[in-house]
């Protein structure tokens, strides 16, 4: 099983910017797993930010933050990040790294771990 630990979560004001990290450890298979960021609000389920595969590691993203977050991974450090421009008062959310035990998915259902969760405050 992997252990994923994120990192990076603050209180910014609208406009600023903010890079979270995911470091994995406790697995073979990172390089290869597709990773997921996912968010969730008070009051709110839990919704996918963006995703990227393994090995070539093709990006997806929701609509709502296209254009403004971009993921990575550095597989060499089992490491996957989420920088996030421009920020909003509506991304407001603790935001979570998790494996996904298959391909690209945006359901939660899918994946298998998960971090602990960062906060990210945005105040206008």
């Known amino acids: 099983q992997v252990q994923l630990v994120e990192s990076g979560g603050g209180l910014v004001q609208t406009g600023d910017s903010l890079k979270l990290t995911c470091a994995a450890s406790g697995g073979r298979t990172f390089s290869s797993a597709f990773m997921g960021w996912f968010r969730q609000a008070p009051g709110k389920e839990r919704e996918f930010v963006a995703g990227i595969r393994g090995g070539v590691g093709n990006p997806y993203y929701a609509d709502s933050v296209k254009g403004r977050f971009t993921i990575s991974r550095d597989s060499g450090k089992n490491t996957v990040y989420l920088q996030m421009n421009s920020l909003k008062p509506e991304d407001t959310a603790v935001y979570y790294c998790?494996?996904?035990?298959?391909?690209?998915?945006?359901?939660?259902?899918?994946?298998?771990?998960w971090g602990q969760g960062t906060q990210v405050t945005v105040s206008s």
């Open positions: 998790a494996k996904n035990r298959g391909g690209y998915s945006t359901m939660y259902s899918s994946y298998d771990d």
